[in-house]
């Protein structure tokens, strides 16, 4: 489930 951690600073989970 990697999306997109670079969006937010929440490791692998970011648009989660």
């Known amino acids: 489930l990697m999306h ?3 969006i937010r600073k929440q ?3 970011g648009p989660l």
């Open 11 to 13: 490791g692998i989970f």
């Open 4 to 6: 997109f951690p670079m």
